[in-house]
């Protein structure tokens, strides 16, 4: 079997910032601070954080702040969002700066705006325009969990909302309503779990969950051993990711066959330039490269850093934060 | 021209350079609407309300032609169906008609796009929302029920038709009020809320789609949901017992001649017979013939063994669970 190709993948990820001319680097800067949070956690997970330059990850981040509404947006200028203030507080966190970096001012109205964004239901608008899903309940709780700002009204809140998005498939969806799918598993998975609610599920659900994530392991194609992210839809390599943790968190990872994921994810990487794509012999991205190697280590591949299923970072930085309840 | 807040023709037309060079500028958005709010909608006259609600339809109409040729290029992208959403509820004469053919267009190219499903509850919503009377809403629904079945039948692997499906059914059976329409079983089965006639009809439909396609996996699933709570803990129980025994047959019947084509068993049909036999021996009394049936779903533990070893040790804790039990 084809090995990980580290020294290259730190290479690529490295390159991504050198290339402030290219028109690509404009065109994506809607997504920068998650960029950021891939690049660096890859880089966290294949132990060469040290490859960014700390001080100017912690200028970036402050340049994003959002004077206006509090929180961070994706790149200097631009509003804050839910999805981008989460990478930015993920990114201090797992450089342990995040005490250092922000003012107390900036930490009570970054909190105090994600409060500001749940809605009655108990579920969470993206920023105030009024776009709900349940990718931003966990990016606002996990956000709040790292904090350490969780409260028994937005927690309650929260987890009454992500069981009304689950299916007849035991899978969930964006809201209520919508159809069940990987990524929205996770979400979902992830905020009961930060929230200590993972009992709140029905057995007989959670069984079937179960099963569905199961059945993401593709058998038959060229692309056999990947999983894909809903039924009869090709596999991508950040399923290895979305569907993973959540079978890592219902302590089920032995329900797919780990070495075949491993071969799969192992093939679509780019062993010239390095990166990870979504299948093998497609065009890389940092998205990819990190979902790929986050997906190794929760199969333990060999001198990984350990990855919690829940956060999305190491374990060594998320054993640090205090859990709830308080 | 953003950060000073100049509010213009000239900067809602730069927001669109820069949207159709890059759709994905969430900031970009919400500049628009903050435009769109505290410049365009304000230039209309108060004078005369209806001509200004007219004058502000038209405004919106504009702002849609924009947002249908930014998702014709981009069907996938979060932010623009967002901002199809805004500029609909910021309407009070919103054509919910218009929007349903716009979304068969995007079934069109892709039956599975579920930023186009979820649209489509959205704008049922909305349409719903306006009708005033409950039998006017429920008959939405039920024309909603019918949709999916149009689109299970043009293609029975549309996994995205039959979780719709699923939700319907449940708005359907709680509807108190009559629904009218041509001589229709599942109509007359919705109106006298009668659990175990409508199975009897699903299961004729099922039965259909499995054998149409045997390894689609969309089927089967939903065939899961069939013998859930949902309906058997309303139905009697040897009610249930007889439904779930004609389907293990039916499904054996299936399996034979997939057996004898192919030289091995169809892998759904026994994953289906497992789930079914397990919901069985729920039903049964200690002292029946349940040793027979346990003795079953061991043979065909061990035939998924084989023939999925992927899934290997989900198997071997069915296995040892039924094991346990006796």
């Given at each position: 079997m084809t090995t990980l190709e580290k020294a290259k993948h730190i290479a690529y990820i490295k390159a991504l910032d050198d290339?402030?001319?290219?028109i690509e680097y404009w065109m994506s800067e809607h997504l920068r601070m998650n960029g950021l949070y891939w690049g660096i956690t890859a880089l966290f997970l294949l132990k060469h954080e040290s490859e960014f330059q700390k001080d100017d990850v912690i200028q970036f981040i402050q340049s994003c702040y959002d004077e206006t509404h509090g929180g961070f947006g994706s790149f200097p200028k631009h509003d804050s969002h839910l999805l981008s203030t989460l990478s930015a507080l993920q990114i201090l966190k797992m450089y342990d700066i995040l005490d250092d970096t922000l003012t107390s001012e900036q930490r009570l109205s970054t909190v105090r705006f994600i409060k500001s964004l749940q809605l009655p239901d108990g579920s969470f608008q993206g920023d105030r325009f009024g776009e709900v899903d349940t990718r931003f309940v966990y990016t606002a709780i996990q956000s709040l969990s790292i904090l350490e700002e969780l409260d028994q009204g937005i927690v309650d809140g929260a987890v009454g909302f992500i069981l009304r998005c689950q299916n007849f498939d035991g899978g969930f969806g964006m809201v209520p309503g919508a159809e069940s799918h990987a990524a929205q598993c996770f979400t979902c998975l992830g905020t009961l779990a930060i929230c200590g609610a993972l009992d709140k599920m029905d057995q007989d659900q959670t069984e079937l969950l179960v099963d569905w994530l199961s059945e993401r392991q593709v058998i038959s194609g060229e692309f056999s051993g990947g999983l894909n992210g809903r039924p009869e839809k090709l596999p991508d390599v950040c399923y290895s990711w979305w569907v993973l943790s959540c079978l890592s968190i219902l302590k089920k990872l032995d329900f797919i066959d780990g070495e075949k994921l491993k071969g799969f994810i192992l093939k679509s990487q780019d062993l010239k330039s390095g990166g990870i794509s979504d299948r093998p012999d497609n065009q890389v991205d940092v998205y990819h490269t990190l979902f790929g190697i986050a997906g190794l280590s929760l199969l333990g591949y060999e001198d990984l850093v350990p990855v919690d299923p829940v956060y999305c970072m190491p374990c060594f930085v998320t054993n640090t934060i205090k859990k709830y309840p308080y | 021209m953003k950060e000073s807040k100049l509010y213009s023709d000239k900067s809602l037309f730069r927001t669109g350079q820069l949207l159709n060079l890059n759709p994905e500028l969430y900031t970009i958005w919400n500049f628009r609407r903050d435009i769109l709010t505290n410049f365009k909608f304000k230039q209309i006259p108060d004078t005369d309300p209806l001509k200004k609600t007219a004058a502000l339809h038209k405004l919106i109409i504009s702002e849609l032609q924009f947002v249908q040729a930014k998702l014709s290029q981009y069907p996938k992208c979060y932010w623009i169906w967002d901002h199809r959403r805004w500029c609909l509820l910021n309407d009070s004469q919103s054509d919910w008609k218009h929007e349903l053919d716009l979304i068969s267009m995007f079934f069109q190219a892709d039956s599975r796009n579920f930023h186009a499903w979820q649209y489509r509850r959205f704008i049922i919503q909305c349409y719903k929302d306006s009708l005033s009377s409950e039998d006017a809403r429920i008959q939405v629904d039920w024309d909603e029920f019918k949709f999916t079945t149009k689109m299970i039948n043009k293609d029975i692997s549309n996994y995205s038709a039959w979780h719709n499906r699923s939700k319907l059914i449940e708005k359907l059976f709680i509807g108190s009020s009559v629904l009218k329409d041509d001589n229709d079983v599942y109509l007359q089965v919705f109106n006298a809320k009668d659990k175990l006639k409508f199975l009897r009809k699903e299961l004729d439909l099922i039965k259909t789609a499995f054998y149409t396609d045997p390894d689609d996996s969309s089927v089967w699933i939903y065939l899961k949901w069939l013998f859930g709570d949902y309906y058997i803990k309303d139905l009697p129980k040897n009610e249930s017992r007889k439904l779930l025994e004609d389907t293990i047959k039916d499904i054996d019947e299936l399996n034979e001649l997939e057996t004898e084509d192919n030289g091995f068993d169809n892998q759904w049909c026994l994953k289906s017979d497992l789930f079914l036999l397990k919901s069985l021996l729920k039903l049964l009394p200690k002292d029946d013939s349940s040793e027979s049936w346990k003795e079953r779903v061991d043979t065909i533990c061990d035939k998924l063994i084989q023939l999925d070893p992927m899934r290997k040790n989900k198997y071997r804790e069915h296995k040892l669970q039924i094991a346990t039990e006796s």
């Open positions: 290339h402030k001319d290219f | -």
